[in-house]
């Protein structure tokens, strides 16, 4: 080691020089080094937000229910923790859907939806044959024809209903009379077809018009009536004259008069509903309709080609169709079937509409 004041070389462990006499500088005692650094101190601010966004996480994290839910369908608002309708069935986790002609699709009802009629209640069970069980409360009553049920308790009471106009009705191939039943007990009811089983709420002074054959159950409070449809058409072959019509001679009409009740339909595939508004008008077959608002029109609707060639000129080739009015609502079913005589020649018809090609 060497000196360096003077440049002498001195001892390794000398503390001083051996030539010059000075302090060498290596003998300062060094700075004490602690054995562990003090962890370093986070900033506040940094700290803060930190904080701030674990908050954030944690609440977004936790399960939440919607306050409250409103069904697509009938309009009732629930609490937000049903995964159905109280009172349609409807199933309420699926949003409304309407296609860009404004038909709006009915929403289905899940497996063992339940529906409150009061003091009664009406459960629907399975979904390619749905089945309505109906629970009646002591006193409760429905109606329905005779042909749909599927089972019973025994101590449900069953008795008629006669209706107004029977012979009309027998002509007509409708129920001359309506089955009635009263609680306390079970009752189910069945179309014995596939399709769809479609709960209409309706309010006081509400109604509907409902092709024939399509009803299935009501509540007490729905009041039953029917009327004539004027609309058929006719057809000839040879000296024979045949009457057909196409939605049926009548049409069912369901209100409530005074409280709320419920009806119940079967429809054939998937159910569409569109609101026209005043005076628009939709085409839609015949036995594709399901029911119409009272205030919705109809009559039939011919197109057809303008020239006469291969029997074109007895319309043997037209297309018949129903002409919906509005306002009001018109629901149609996706499964229609082929209407009577529609290819025959044609000698007479209700009033009707004619486009030509």
């Given at each position: 080691m060497f000196c360096t004041n003077c440049g002498s070389r001195v001892p390794d462990a000398a503390n001083f020089c051996v030539g010059c006499g000075a302090r060498l500088a290596l003998s300062d005692p060094p700075a004490a080094v602690p054995d562990d650094?003090?962890?370093p101190q986070p900033d506040p601010e940094i700290a803060a937000t930190t904080a701030i966004e674990f908050t954030r996480v944690?609440?977004?994290?936790?399960?939440?229910?919607?306050?409250?839910?409103?069904c697509s369908w009938c309009g009732t608002v629930t609490d937000g923790t049903r995964s159905s309708c109280p009172r349609c069935?409807?199933?309420?986790?699926?949003p409304e859907d309407a296609d860009q002609a404004g038909w709006i699709e009915v929403p289905g009802r899940q497996d063992m939806a339940k529906i409150q009629m009061g003091?009664?209640?009406?459960?629907?069970?399975?979904s390619y044959v749905p089945v309505a069980d109906v629970n009646l409360a002591p006193g409760d009553s429905i109606y329905f024809t005779h042909h749909v049920l599927l089972w019973k308790e025994p101590r449900v009471t069953v008795s008629t209903m006669p209706m107004a106009g029977a012979w009309k009705r027998v002509f007509a191939g409708l129920p001359l009379v309506m089955t009635q039943a009263t609680g306390p007990g079970h009752i189910a009811f069945s179309r014995d077809d596939p399709g769809e089983l479609m709960p209409v709420p309706l309010q006081p002074g509400e109604a509907i018009d409902v092709?024939?054959?399509?009803?299935?159950?009501a509540s007490a409070s729905v009041a039953y009536d029917w009327?004539?449809?004027?609309v058929w058409l006719q057809t000839q072959r040879g000296n024979e004259t045949e009457t057909h019509y196409p939605i049926g001679m009548f049409m069912d009409r369901f209100s409530a008069p005074r409280t709320p009740g419920l009806l119940l339909l079967h429809a054939a595939g998937n159910v569409f509903v569109r609101q026209l508004g005043d005076g628009e008008t939709i085409l839609v077959k015949p036995t594709a309709l399901v029911f119409k608002?009272?205030?919705v029109e109809m009559h039939l609707h011919f197109e057809r080609p303008g020239m006469t060639f291969m029997g074109w000129g007895n319309w043997s080739n037209r297309y018949l169709w129903l002409r919906m009015v509005g306002?009001?609502?018109?629901?149609?079913?996706s499964v229609f079937a082929r209407i009577e005589g529609e290819a025959r020649n044609l000698s007479g018809c209700s009033y009707a509409t004619e486009q030509q090609w």
């Open positions: 650094d003090p962890p944690t609440v977004s994290a936790a399960p939440a229910h919607a306050a409250t839910a409103t069935g409807a199933a309420l986790d699926v003091n009664s209640s009406c459960q629907i069970e399975g092709r024939e054959h399509l009803f299935l159950v009327f004539p449809t004027n608002d009272p205030s306002p009001g609502r018109v629901a149609i079913q």
